[in-house]
C-alpha cells in the first residue's frame, strides 16, 4: 500500500512537472491577423496578405522606380549653359513654364504680403527701380535672346521672356529675392544697410544674376541632397554675372565687395558659408 502510494504521488509530481515544462518552452507565434484587427483600431493597419505581398514587391518596385525616374527626369529638364561660367546644367521645364512658375509663386507673395508691398510712387520703390533700370538694360544688351547664327541656341535660356520688376517689402528684416520670371523682391530692412546708390545696384546685379543663369529652377537646387556644393557655385555664378552687369551699367566693381562684406555682417555663418571669398581680411 505505501508503495502504490508512493508511485502514485510520484506520478502526480512528474504530470506537475511536465505541465510547469510545457508553460516554460517557447508558444508558437501568434497569428498575425489579430496584429492586423488590432492595428485597424490603431490606426497602424495592415492586412496580412497585403504587408506581405509589399514586402515581397517592394524589390521589384525598386528596380522599376530607376528607369522610370530616369524618363521623367529627361522629359521634364532641359540642359542650359550658365552665362560667363559656361557651366552645363539641368533646369526643370521649358522657359515658358519658369515665368508661369514665377508668376504663381509673386500671386502667392502678394497674398501674404500684399498691404506690406510698397506702390511705384513710394519714394523706396522710386528709387530702387530708377537704379535697377540700368541693370536690366545691361541684362538685355549682354543676355539677348539667341538668334539663329547661335551654336548653343537650344542650351541658351529664353532671357527674353522674364518681366523684369524691382518690389520692394515694407518690412525691417535685411532680405533680398528673385523669381524665376524676373522679378526681384527687396526688404526695407536691407535697404536700410546700404547708403549708396551703388551698393543698391550691386544687391539688384546679384539678384539679377541669379535670374540670369535660371539657379531658381535648378534641378541640383531643388534636389539639395544631389549637389551638395550647388549653394555655393550658384551665389559664385551669381557674384560673378552680377559684377559684369555693374560695369556694363556704369557702376564701380569695386562697391561690390563692401556689399558682400555688409551681407556678411547681415547673413552671418550662412552668408560666410556660401560667400567664402568675400569674408573680410
Known amino acids: ?19 510547469y515544462s510545457n508553460l516554460a518552452q517557447p508558444q508558437p507565434a501568434r497569428p498575425r491577423v489579430l496584429d492586423s484587427v488590432r492595428g485597424l483600431f490603431s490606426g497602424h493597419a495592415k492586412p ?3 504587408s506581405q505581398t509589399a514586402a515581397q514587391a517592394q524589390p521589384q518596385e525598386a528596380g522599376l522606380f ?37 508668376n504663381i509663386m509673386f500671386e502667392k507673395i502678394e497674398e501674404k504680403r500684399g498691404p506690406a508691398i510698397l506702390g511705384p510712387s513710394d519714394p523706396n520703390t522710386v528709387r530702387v527701380r530708377q537704379i535697377a533700370s540700368g541693370i536690366i538694360r545691361a541684362a ?20 527674353h521672356d522674364f518681366k523684369w520688376e524691382v518690389v520692394i517689402v515694407n518690412d525691417g528684416k535685411a532680405k533680398a529675392y528673385s523669381l524665376p520670371n524676373g522679378k526681384i523682391v527687396v526688404y526695407t530692412g536691407l535697404l536700410n544697410c546700404l547708403k549708396t546708390d551703388a551698393e543698391i545696384a550691386a544687391l539688384i546685379a546679384h539678384e539679377a544674376g541669379h535670374v540670369v543663369a535660371n539657379h531658381d529652377m535648378e534641378f541640383s537646387r531643388i534636389l539639395p541632397f544631389f549637389d551638395t556644393l550647388a549653394p ?12 559684369k552687369l555693374l560695369a556694363a551699367a556704369g557702376f564701380d566693381t569695386h562697391v561690390a565687395h563692401g556689399v558682400y562684406e555688409t551681407f556678411g555682417q547681415i547673413g552671418g555663418n550662412w552668408w560666410s558659408r556660401f560667400h567664402p571669398w568675400c569674408k573680410k581680411e
Open 1 to 19: 500500500m505505501n508503495f502504490l502510494k508512493n508511485s502514485r504521488s510520484v506520478f502526480s509530481r512528474l504530470k506537475t512537472v511536465r505541465r
Open 48 to 50: 496580412v496578405a497585403a
Open 66 to 102: 530607376f528607369p522610370w525616374g530616369l524618363i521623367f527626369f529627361f522629359l521634364t529638364c532641359n540642359r542650359e549653359k550658365v552665362p560667363c561660367t559656361n557651366r552645363a546644367h539641368w533646369v526643370f521645364l521649358s522657359p515658358s513654364c519658369h515665368a508661369l512658375m514665377g
Open 140 to 159: 538685355h544688351d549682354l543676355f539677348p535672346r539667341g538668334d539663329d547664327d547661335h551654336d548653343d541656341k537650344q542650351e541658351t535660356p529664353e532671357r
Open 232 to 243: 555655393q557655385r550658384n551665389e559664385m555664378e551669381a557674384d560673378l554675372i552680377g559684377l
